[in-house]
C-alpha cells in the first residue's frame, strides 16, 4: 500500500549490520504452527494483539497477491501458473497452506485457467483432503508457459528459476527466488 520495496528494505536492513545476520525472509506461508501459536498467546495475555494482528495480515496475503497483480494487468482470459502448494518449502503437507485461498481469489477472476506444479506432491490429479480441494499437479514445464507466475513457495527444485524462463510474463515471486 504505501510502494515500498520489502526485498529492497530486507537488503538496506541486513547491510553493515550484524545483528540482523540470518534474519528471515517473508514469504507466503502459514503453516499449523502459525495457526495455533497466535490463538494459545493471545488467549493467555490480553496484550498480544500484534500477534493477531500478523496472522490477520498473513490471512489477507492471497487477496492483496491478486489485487496487486489485477492493478497491472487484466487478468480476465489469462493463464496463471502457481509454484508450490504445500505450506513449507520441501514438504508434502498441505494442512493450513495458503494457496488453497489464493486458487480461490483468482478463480473469482478467471476459472479453470490455473495450472499448479507441487513438486512434493505426484505429477496428475491431486486431493487434498486437508482442504477439500482436487486440481492437477503440472511440471513444471507446464507451468512455466502461463502468461502469469506466482511463485508461492521457496521449495529447493525452484532455486534454480532464472528470470529468462519467465522473460515477457507477469511474475509475483513471493520468495525472491528471482532476486527481484
Not at 478463480?107 to 483432503?129: A, F, Q
Request: hydrophobic share 35%; proline share 3%; aromatic share 14%.
Amino acid at each position: 500500500e504505501f510502494n515500498v520495496d520489502i526485498y529492497k528494505l530486507f537488503s538496506l536492513m541486513n547491510t553493515d549490520y550484524s545483528r540482523n545476520k540470518g534474519l528471515l525472509k517473508p514469504g507466503f506461508a502459514k503453516g499449523t504452527c502459525l495457526t495455533k501459536d497466535w490463538g494459545m498467546i493471545n488467549e493467555n495475555f490480553a496484550y498480544t494483539d500484534i500477534i493477531l494482528q500478523a496472522y490477520k495480515i498473513n490471512e489477507f496475503t492471497p487477496k492483496f497477491y491478486v489485487e496487486t497483480i489485477k492493478k497491472r494487468i487484466d487478468i480476465k482470459n489469462k493463464s496463471v501458473g502457481i509454484f508450490g502448494y504445500t505450506f513449507k518449502a520441501d514438504t508434502d503437507d498441505t494442512r493450513d497452506t495458503l494457496t488453497p485461498k489464493l486458487i480461490r481469489y483468482l478463480e473469482r477472476e478467471m476459472p479453470k485457467n490455473i495450472k499448479i506444479n507441487e513438486p512434493n506432491l505426484p505429477i496428475g490429479d491431486v486431493k487434498d483432503k486437508f482442504n477439500n480441494i482436487e486440481f492437477i499437479n503440472y511440471s513444471i514445464d507446464d507451468v512455466t508457459q502461463c502468461e502469469i507466475i506466482i511463485i508461492a513457495m521457496n521449495h529447493s527444485v525452484y532455486k534454480y528459476f532464472t528470470s529468462d524462463m519467465f522473460a515477457g510474463k507477469v511474475v509475483l515471486d513471493a520468495w525472491s527466488i528471482l532476486n527481484k
